[in-house]
């Protein structure tokens, strides 16, 4: 967790230190893990993939 209070991923090997990635939570178990690259002409951080998930429903039992 950085000072942001977002929990961070870290790629350790192979290295990839040009990408940033976090998860987000939401309410009702939802979450979201977005991923950014760095844009190799301006530097500048750019979202890549915003991967979104909702819980499956259960049938009742």
Do not use: K
């Not at 979201?32 to 909702?54: F, H």
Request: aromatic share 14%.
């Amino acid at each position: 967790m950085l000072d942001d209070g977002r929990l961070h991923l870290w790629q350790v090997y192979p290295e990839a230190d040009q990408r940033n990635v976090w998860f987000e939570t939401y309410e009702d178990g939802e979450w979201a893990r977005i991923s950014q690259s760095r844009d190799a002409d301006t530097g500048e951080w750019v979202n890549a993939v915003m991967l979104y998930a909702t819980p499956a429903e259960c049938p009742a039992d």
